[in-house]
């Protein structure tokens, strides 16, 4: 095994906890803020044999990694071996002048600006705090420290928005001029708070999900932005290293309560409990959690789910064992896949029923097919 050559962070604290999320986060804790950073660093130690001797991208995720004690996210960026990409995700309240030059005199080459709308009423639907200002105030902070590859995050589907409003916000990001933006469908899980309140509006957004969809490819790609992965658009050359690590399949290895890595085919996700991670490598021992080695066909079905989220090509050699012959028959038939240049891929129509697709192709037990 070479080691991986991609190396994930999470950093759990944030000022607030949106109603609508469902990762691990902290709220506050700011006088716990470095002994987290102790432990993290602590399990880069363990895991470092995991890794290759040469790293291609280092991604630091929460909560919200900026919202850092600043001496600790010093230390811990100082601490993390260097790579060609390193990503830090930021919301735009935590993005000062001297926050964005820290980061880039501590080696961060890309941020990723969570948006997520400029119009002051959606924010307050998602609860958060920034305002259109502070988002731009953020990205030009970013701009004078000389990043020159900046991401933006924008939500569509929130409860109140309408198509106009989600023009409105395509048309604000891309005046700012990103490197690089990726534009999710609004996700509330069942029993969350924002379920309960916003539930029948949540129904009737879903039923325009694909109408929005539709209008965010249409107007980032009119901007000549590449249209690279289901969510994601960039100028030339800005693709999301890190990101495209995962969906190419890639061994990756994560740091943090509730980081989950794969590596040497073994998954295995740390628990979320901060206070038993923070004691376990206290004592020089690993934390807490749950594995799973992986199967052949299981690599398989992944890596073409994850591979058909692209636009170029996922090689048949590494997908058959999951294919339905007889559905991609049917599929390129329809015009929604095609094969081409060794690989199977969606057609420009089959990208934007995307699951739907894929699931038609995925085989419903593993195939011994072999493809020409």
């Known amino acids: 095994m070479t080691g991986a050559r991609h190396l994930y962070v999470h950093v759990p604290f944030c000022a607030h906890r949106c109603g609508y999320c469902d990762f691990v986060t902290l709220v506050g804790r700011r006088d716990g803020h ?76 890309r941020v990723s600006l969570g948006a997520q709308s400029f119009q002051p009423h959606l924010l307050g639907v998602l609860e958060r705090q920034a305002r259109p200002e502070t988002v731009r105030r953020a990205f030009y902070h970013l701009r004078d420290a000389g990043f020159d590859n900046i991401s933006l ?139 799973e080695p992986l199967e052949a066909d299981v690599v398989s079905r992944e890596r073409l789910m994850l591979g058909l989220r692209l636009d170029e090509p996922v090689p048949l050699t590494e997908v058959a064992g999951a294919l339905d012959p007889v559905a991609l028959d049917r599929m390129e038939r329809l015009g929604l896949a095609e094969r081409r240049d060794g690989g199977l891929a969606l057609t420009a129509r089959g990208r934007f029923l995307g699951g739907g697709v894929t699931a038609e192709l995925m085989a419903e037990s593993p195939a011994n097919v072999q493809f020409e």
Not at 66 to 74: G, I
Not at 229 to 245: K, S, V
Not at 252 to 278: D, M
Request: with cysteine.
């Open 34 to 109: 470095g002994a987290y950073v102790d432990a993290l660093l602590a399990e880069l130690e363990l895991q470092r044999g995991l890794l290759a001797s040469r790293i291609e991208t280092v991604f630091l995720g929460g909560g919200t990694p900026t919202y850092t004690e600043p001496r600790a996210l010093e230390r811990l960026l100082d601490g993390l071996p260097r790579a060609d990409e390193v990503t830090v995700e930021a919301n735009p309240e935590t993005v000062t002048s001297e926050l964005a030059s820290l980061l880039r005199a501590r080696g961060v080459t």
């Open 153 to 291: 995050d924008l939500i569509y589907g929130i409860p109140g928005q309408s198509p106009s409003d989600l023009a409105h916000d395509l048309a604000e990001a891309i005046a700012l001029g990103p490197e690089h933006l990726s534009c999710y469908e609004l996700e509330a899980k069942p029993g969350t708070r924002f379920t309960h309140a916003h539930g029948d509006e949540l129904a009737r957004q879903a039923e325009a999900m694909e109408g929005y969809f539709e209008l965010v490819v249409d107007e980032l790609t009119a901007a000549a932005y590449r249209w690279y992965e289901t969510a994601n658009f960039c100028r030339p050359g800005r693709q999301a290293r890190h990101n495209l690590g995962y969906w190419l399949g890639k061994d990756y290895l994560g740091l943090g309560i509730g980081a989950v890595s794969t590596v040497g085919g073994v998954r295995w996700r740390n628990r979320p409990a901060l206070p038993a991670y923070v004691a376990a490598l206290a004592r020089g021992k690993r934390p807490p959690r749950e594995e």
